[in-house]
């Protein structure tokens, strides 16, 4: 479910992103992640819903390909990133590809 939820926020934060004409950042703490905009030229944190800060689950860490903040491209080019979410046996893989997002299960290694 987290994996899903990952996916949906960061596809719903890309498209914000692109249809509001503002630059957009996934940012990431020990705890969470969350999204902020780029306003008079500081990054202010998302407080909607959908684009607020998210805190995982107890035991859950995410991992992702890139350093925080990733900037999501206005235009629908931002750059391709990936998370692994890692909970006890399970990993799942979001891969963003700079315009969508997809969810697989990733085998235990």
Do not use: C
């Amino acid at each position: 479910a987290e994996a899903h939820a990952l996916a949906t926020r960061l596809q719903a934060a890309a498209d914000d992103a692109m249809l509001g004409d503002r630059l957009t950042a996934l940012t990431v703490r020990d705890n969470g992640y969350g999204f902020a905009t780029l306003e008079g030229g500081k990054w202010v944190p998302r407080a909607d819903d959908a684009l607020a800060f998210h805190r995982l689950p107890g035991g859950m860490l995410v991992k992702f390909s890139k350093r925080p903040p990733i900037i999501l491209g206005v235009d629908g080019s931002g750059e391709p990133i990936s998370a692994t979410i890692l909970a006890g046996d399970e990993r799942w893989l979001v891969r963003y590809d700079g315009l969508t997002t997809t969810t697989t299960s990733v085998p235990a290694a």
